[in-house]
């Protein structure tokens, strides 16, 4: 199985009132194509930055991020921007939906943005709708939904263009235990049979046990 992912002897800090405050400190580490993926650690350990540094979200300090032995931190923002769009997909605890668009118009929300033909992806729609179990709520809005629906969108949005990797920020956090083991089993389910490679990130020992790897932080450094 070949590597996705490369993370070299990377380090982010933030400057508050002129002082240097490291987050992450030397992370050195890969991950393979298909696998899935399961960041865990305590607060203030740096996870949800890490994640966001391979979404190109943010940049690191020094040290390099290569996907598909491409660097990302060399791209501009243009080039970052299109790289999130077709490659990266992002689910977050907060689903980050738009409230004054239905389901379907959510989904394809990428699509359009990527300045593409809605048409052209009917099929791929049609498959995520019925994968996510949402073919009897296309015309909802996002507060006629439950919040383990809303997340099912958001889902399959970030599975609309097809894309290598879905980057997955506490996506159960905001579910209850029944809800949250369902999406945890529908990502599973994506990571088995479409191959999507998942990296996650997550407070609960359960979710990450849907992983084949754990990657612990703790004060900035990969312990495990």
Known sequence: MKKIVDVIDVCKSFYIAGEEVPILKHIDLSIKKGSFTSIMGP???GKSTFLYLLGGLDEPTSGDIQINKKSIVKLNDKQKSNMRLKNI???????????????RDNIMLPVLLDKKKAKDYEERYKELIEITGLSKRERNLPCELSGGQQQRVAIARALIND?????ADEPIGNLDSITGKEIMELFSKLNREKGVTFIQVTHSLEASEYGDNLIKLKDGKVIK
């Open 43 to 45: 607060s203030g350990s």
């Open 89 to 103: 997909g992002f689910v977050f605890q907060f689903y980050n939906l738009v409230p004054t668009l239905n389901v």
């Open 163 to 167: 894309p290598e990797i879905i980057l």
